[in-house]
């Protein structure tokens, strides 16, 4: 389990260590964030609004898209992270 | 009558559209109505290139919102067809209209490039724009349909709902960024995630332009004032506070508004609103009532807002807020010993004390510790409950000299967080020490006789 805090420190750390923390270590952090999710908040949405690429995915499906869709994982990382 | 008209983008072919665009439809485009403003909706294949433009050159046009997907340069409609971009030829029309939709980047350079060209305000995101969401394809008559998106929504458009509501691009665009707060404290609690996609929107949603623009005023546009005050009283028996809220609204002209005032107060022991209709002279009153646990100081935030009126005249909403604090207040008791005697055996002096206590009504106190304590040098104290009568006995014991027939007793009830403390005493009298008295006695006669005796023999 993983609250949202340590989701956002994760991403950091992806940021600012990238030799020290994985990109793999990142995307189990985000597993056990989503399966520490009560159901109404797997079942919702995360968007973002950008032009020609726009991406809208239910949090549930969260890990499988991050490892799926660079573009979008880059995005989130940079949103978590602060940057 | 109304001719101040809002172009609203509301393209509808993907998730993200699908779940925002149908509030455009519905909740946006009524309330900009009851704030006088008339909105021209481009709804899904309408969202193009060609009706933005066209609707831009109409003469009562002040303004596009609405969403869309944006990049650094531009901000696409349906299907991703480019409505405006950097490098357009940016028609005299532009030069009236607020560009202000729901878009990603757009701040970067687009948005600024258009009051570049002219445009006299703007707003837009200078990085991405993030956003959670319950549902997909809602009927859009309120927010409270989703209680995620809802955050966004309420804070979003309260930028274009006070614009209309005739203050300042500025002002309407402080109002926004401190909604966007709000939503984002009340989003914190429920989920994390959206209480960040909020902090990170308001911190990149930036306002470009002439901050004293305004939306122009319409003829049979009647702008109100809206006045509040607040009272509270602290009941501490009843362990609640009664908060009472009264104003009036006031319209330009002299005339009287009609309408609904929606007001909602706000403190840490939560949040009530309700509607009341306007009286014949504007005046509005509600009361609400707040249970408390701990009898401590509550700050009240008061908000009192006019949803407007649309009929022959259109009365533009407005709203007012004040804040209150109700102080902690306790109920004044009273203790009264009704009965206090003292047993002397020997040195020590026994004190039966009863009494009762009552509240500043005259309503015995049940179940609240009375201190009792027999008075004069190092003291002595014993306590005793109240009983259903709120009447009280104790019996407490003490040393005093063998000469002393009087000591002072007192009684004391300390108070908690609803009551005040209050005490009392009596003197009691109680007789000396008679065995201490026959000895002195008896020493004294012995003391006597051999002085006598020794008298006697000198002699």
Same mark, same amino acid.
């Given at each position: 389990?993983?609250s949202?805090?340590?989701?956002?420190?994760?991403?950091?750390?992806?940021?600012?260590?990238?030799?020290s923390?994985?990109?793999? =270590?990142?995307?189990?952090?985000?597993? %056990?964030y989503?399966?520490?999710?009560?159901?109404?908040?797997?079942?919702?949405?995360?968007? $973002?609004?950008? +032009?020609?690429?726009?991406?809208?995915?239910?949090?549930?499906d969260?890990?499988?898209?991050?490892?799926?869709?660079p573009?979008?994982?880059?995005?989130?990382?940079?949103?978590?992270a602060?940057? | 009558m109304?001719?101040?008209?809002?172009?609203v983008?509301?393209?509808?072919?993907?998730? *993200?559209?699908?779940?925002w665009s149908?509030y455009?439809?519905?909740?946006?485009?009524?309330e900009?109505?009851?704030?006088?403003?008339?909105?021209?909706?481009l709804?899904?294949?309408?969202?193009?290139r060609?009706?933005?433009?066209?609707?831009?050159?109409?003469?009562e046009?002040?303004?596009?919102l +609405?969403?869309?997907?944006?990049?650094e340069?531009?901000?696409?409609?349906?299907?991703?067809?480019?409505?405006?971009r950097?490098?357009?030829?940016?028609t005299?029309?532009?030069?009236?209209?607020?560009?202000a939709?729901?878009?990603c980047l757009?701040?970067?350079?687009l948005?600024?490039?258009?009051?570049?060209?002219?445009?006299?305000?703007?707003?837009?995101?200078?990085?991405?724009?993030?956003f959670t969401?319950?549902k997909?394809?809602?009927?859009g008559?309120?927010? #409270?349909?989703?209680?995620?998106?809802?955050?966004?929504l309420?804070?979003?458009?309260?930028?274009?709902?006070?614009?209309? #509501?005739?203050?300042?691009?500025g002002?309407?665009?402080?109002?926004m960024?401190?909604?966007?707060?709000?939503?984002?404290?009340?989003?914190?609690?429920?989920?994390?995630?959206?209480?960040?996609?909020?902090?990170?929107?308001?911190?990149?949603?930036k306002?470009?332009?002439?901050?004293n623009?305004?939306?122009?005023?319409?003829?049979?546009?009647?702008?109100t004032?809206?006045?509040?005050?607040a009272?509270?009283?602290?009941?501490?028996?009843?362990?609640?506070?009664? $908060?009472?809220?009264?104003?009036?609204?006031?319209?330009?002209d002299g005339?009287v508004?009609?309408?609904? $005032?929606?007001?909602?107060?706000? =403190?840490k022991?939560?949040?009530?609103?309700? =509607?009341?209709?306007?009286?014949e002279?504007g005046?509005?009153? @509600?009361?609400?009532?707040?249970?408390?646990?701990?009898?401590? &100081?509550?700050?009240?935030?008061?908000?009192?807002?006019? +949803? /407007?009126?649309?009929?022959?005249?259109?009365y533009?909403p407005?709203?007012a807020?004040?804040?209150l604090?109700?102080k902690?207040?306790l109920?004044?008791?009273?203790?009264?010993?009704?009965?206090?005697v003292?047993v002397?055996?020997g040195?020590?002096?026994?004190f039966g004390?009863?009494g009762?206590?009552?509240?500043a %009504?005259?309503?015995?106190?049940? /179940?609240? $510790?009375v201190?009792v @304590?027999a008075?004069?040098?190092?003291?002595?104290?014993t306590?005793?409950?109240?009983?259903?009568?709120?009447t009280?006995?104790?019996?407490?014991s003490?040393?005093y000299p063998p000469l002393?027939?009087?000591a002072? !007793?007192?009684?004391?009830?300390?108070?908690?967080d609803?009551?005040? +403390?209050s005490e009392?005493?009596?003197?009691?009298?109680f007789?000396?020490?008679w &065995?201490? !008295?026959?000895?002195l006695?008896?020493?004294?006669?012995? *003391?006597?006789l051999?002085?006598?005796?020794?008298?006697?023999?000198?002699l």
């Amino acid at each position: 389990m993983a609250s949202f805090e340590e989701l956002v420190e994760a991403a950091r750390r992806l940021v600012e260590q990238p030799l020290s923390f994985s990109l793999e =270590s990142f995307l189990r952090v985000v597993e %056990d964030y989503v399966n520490s999710l009560p159901e109404n908040l797997k079942e919702s949405y995360l968007g $973002v609004m950008v +032009g020609p690429y726009r991406k809208v995915v239910k949090r549930k499906d969260l890990p499988r898209v991050l490892r799926e869709d660079p573009e979008f994982r880059e995005r989130f990382i940079h949103f978590l992270a602060g940057e | 009558m109304v001719v101040v008209k809002l172009v609203v983008l509301a393209p509808y072919y993907e998730i *993200a559209t699908y779940i925002w665009s149908p509030y455009l439809r519905g909740w946006v485009a009524k309330e900009l109505r009851a704030r006088c403003a008339e909105p021209v909706l481009l709804w899904a294949d309408d969202a193009n290139r060609r009706k933005l433009w066209e609707a831009v050159k109409d003469t009562e046009t002040y303004g596009v919102l +609405g969403v869309g997907h944006g990049w650094e340069k531009g901000i696409v409609g349906q299907k991703d067809e480019v409505l405006l971009r950097v490098g357009d030829e940016i028609t005299p029309e532009w030069k009236k209209v607020v560009f202000a939709p729901v878009s990603c980047l757009v701040g970067k350079e687009l948005v600024p490039w258009l009051v570049e060209q002219g445009v006299p305000a703007g707003i837009g995101e200078v990085t991405e724009y993030w956003f959670t969401a319950e549902k997909i394809n809602p009927s859009g008559e309120s927010p #409270e349909e989703d209680q995620l998106l809802k955050y966004f929504l309420y804070a979003e458009y309260t930028f274009w709902f006070r614009l209309a #509501e005739g203050v300042t691009a500025g002002e309407a665009y402080d109002a926004m960024i401190a909604e966007y707060q709000r939503q984002a404290e009340l989003a914190k609690q429920v989920d994390p995630m959206t209480y960040r996609c909020l902090v990170v929107d308001w911190q990149n949603r930036k306002f470009f332009g002439d901050r004293n623009y305004k939306l122009p005023l319409a003829p049979g546009r009647i702008l109100t004032r809206t006045e509040v005050s607040a009272a509270g009283k602290r009941l501490p028996k009843d362990r609640r506070d009664v $908060v009472t809220v009264a104003g009036r609204v006031v319209a330009e002209d002299g005339s009287v508004p009609r309408g609904w $005032v929606t007001v909602r107060v706000v =403190s840490k022991l939560g949040e009530r609103s309700d =509607s009341v209709a306007l009286g014949e002279d504007g005046t509005f009153s @509600v009361v609400f009532e707040f249970q408390w646990e701990r009898n401590e &100081d509550v700050e009240y935030s008061v908000t009192a807002a006019y +949803g /407007g009126w649309v009929g022959e005249r259109c009365y533009v909403p407005s709203r007012a807020e004040t804040t209150l604090t109700v102080k902690s207040t306790l109920v004044p008791t009273l203790l009264r010993i009704e009965k206090a005697v003292a047993v002397r055996d020997g040195p020590l002096v026994h004190f039966g004390v009863s009494g009762v206590l009552r509240d500043a %009504d005259g309503v015995p106190l049940a /179940g609240k $510790v009375v201190e009792v @304590v027999a008075g004069d040098g190092e003291i002595r104290r014993t306590w005793a409950e109240t009983r259903e009568d709120g009447t009280f006995v104790a019996e407490v014991s003490k040393s005093y000299p063998p000469l002393q027939t009087k000591a002072a !007793v007192y009684a004391r009830f300390k108070g908690d967080d609803t009551y005040q +403390g209050s005490e009392d005493m009596r003197i009691v009298a109680f007789p000396p020490n008679w &065995d201490f !008295v026959k000895i002195l006695v008896a020493a004294a006669t012995a *003391a006597a006789l051999l002085l006598a005796l020794l008298l006697a023999a000198l002699l």
